[in-house]
């Protein structure tokens, strides 16, 4: 009896007889001979079916094949440096082919160039697409490893609600429902304010979920949902929160490094800057940052480019900004005490600074820019109270968050990362939409 194995695990069964099952993702004839490449789900392997091995009509069947015929396929593993695959360097010959379903011939997704909006409007098809099955399963190491680590650091899981009753990170970008006799309801922004809650109870907690933003930016870096985990932690301040921010980071990279190699690499990734990742990553802050920005800009010398690069104090940066700020790091790098007036209203102020607050952005090489956002919260009622106010926020939907700092209030901190920031930087992908199975953005909510 053969075994039935995983692609994934082809590397020890050379020389012994296997069985998958899968689906022809391509196919070459040469007269006597076809090769079919053959996904199962962990792996695409060369599978090759020589005319001499096999029963004539299967053979003629097998020779007009369809993509994306499903197939279950068993014979002897070889080790040839040659054969294409994902791991690689290993094919099966053919000694049997049953075919569940020979596939209609005109597959949409076919192996041709394909358009970016034709492609999302096949992503329940793209999605078998090598790039794609390999962005997805890095997407679900990552996941793994957030809860890996958090797990074992002292992090209890908590999840927080998705319908909420008012903004978290701002009123622009709030996707509202209406709540039977309540009024209006709104698709959470982030769970944080509720983590805050619970760390009082549980000392650090994160929540893991999707995350909705009616992001009118139609950027690379923008979802209208995504999937945030967001750590929480009492008794932590702003330096505590970096700490813990570059081992979490660190512990993702190399978990993805260590189990999805074969994956990169079939995604052309160059894994040199990833292999750099470790603490600590340097830190600046805003003030550093705005002055080496300031110079980039005083510098440029191309009138459009600096258009782009246009800033001054005061101002948050846009992607051009954090390209050029993250190009001169090695590593991700953290910056410090934005100006108050560009960040959330729970912000606890700078000491002596009241225009700058104890925020953290992480931002990730390569041009890939914020993955992480956090700071350290306000921890006085009365300032928090008039922050509400300013914000324009309705005090009423947030008097049990004022109540948390009657009751115990202590300095505490937390941060959110994207998944699929973290993935694009990963993958090294031009677009986010690539690094979630089902992309919503301002355009899309089909399929
Ligand atoms: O910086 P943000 O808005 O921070 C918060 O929501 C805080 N409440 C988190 C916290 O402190 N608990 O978002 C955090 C991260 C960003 O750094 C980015 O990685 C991701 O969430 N993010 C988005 N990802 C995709 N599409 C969008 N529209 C995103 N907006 C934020
Ligand atoms: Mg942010």
């Avoid at 002897?76 to 596939?103: S, T």
């Avoid at 957030?146 to 998705?162: A, K, S």
């Avoid at 993805?256 to 470790?278: H, I, M, Q, W, Y």
């Avoid at 700071?375 to 109540?403: G, K, T, V």
Wanted: overall charge negative.
């Amino acid at each position: 009896m053969a075994a039935l194995i995983r692609v994934e695990q082809i590397a020890d069964y050379v020389g012994q007889e296997v069985t998958v099952q899968g689906w022809v993702y391509n196919r070459t004839d040469k007269g006597k001979l076809v090769f079919l490449l053959v996904r199962d789900g962990y792996g695409f392997v060369q599978c090759v079916a020589f005319k001499g091995d096999l029963d004539e009509a299967l053979f003629e069947q097998i020779m007009r094949l369809p993509q994306e015929s499903s197939v279950i396929i068993t014979g002897p593993v070889r080790a040839d440096q040659r054969a294409p695959g994902i791991p690689g360097g290993y094919e099966i010959g053919v000694k049997d082919l049953k075919i569940v379903q020979a596939a209609e011939d005109d597959y949409p997704m076919a192996l041709k160039e394909h358009g970016p909006d034709f492609a999302l409007d096949h992503r329940h098809l793209w999605i078998r697409m090598p790039s794609q099955w390999a962005i997805l399963r890095v997407r679900a190491t990552v996941i793994s490893a957030i809860r890996e680590w958090l797990d074992t650091h002292g992090f209890i899981n908590m999840d927080t609600p998705i319908l909420t009753p008012a903004a978290c990170e701002g009123t622009t970008t709030l996707f509202e429902t209406p709540y039977f006799d309540e009024g209006m309801a709104y698709l959470t922004q982030s769970g944080q304010l509720y983590n805050e809650a619970n760390i009082f109870s549980f000392g650090k907690v994160y929540c893991f979920g999707p995350t909705f933003r009616a992001e009118k930016s139609k950027t690379r870096r923008h979802l209208t949902e995504f999937w945030m985990v967001e750590p929480e932690m009492a008794f932590c301040d702003l330096d505590g929160l970096m700490e813990i921010e570059e081992q979490f980071i660190t512990h993702i990279v190399q978990r993805v490094l260590r189990e999805r190699g074969p994956e990169l690499r079939s995604l052309g990734r160059d894994t040199s800057r990833l292999e750099k990742v470790a603490p600590p990553f340097p830190r600046i802050s805003y003030d550093e940052a705005a002055e080496i920005l300031l110079q980039i800009y005083n510098d440029e010398q191309d009138p459009e480019r600096k258009e782009l690069l246009k800033f001054e104090w005061g101002m948050d940066f846009g992607s051009p900004h954090e390209t050029e700020l993250t190009n001169r790091f090695e590593k991700p790098v953290f910056v410090y005490g934005y100006p108050t007036a560009v960040k959330a209203f729970y912000m606890e102020p700078w000491p002596g600074r009241p225009e700058v607050c104890k925020s953290v952005d992480l931002l990730a090489p390569e041009g890939y820019g914020e993955i992480c956002g956090g700071s350290e919260r306000m921890s006085d009622h009365n300032l928090l109270l008039e922050r509400i106010h300013q914000h324009n926020l309705p005090p009423e939907a947030f008097a049990w968050y004022l109540d948390l700092r009657k009751y115990g209030s202590v300095p505490h901190s937390g941060f959110g990362m994207g998944v699929e920031r973290c993935v694009s930087w990963l993958c090294g992908i031009e677009h986010i939409r690539e690094a979630i199975p089902y992309p919503r953005t301002i355009k899309r909510v089909y399929p």
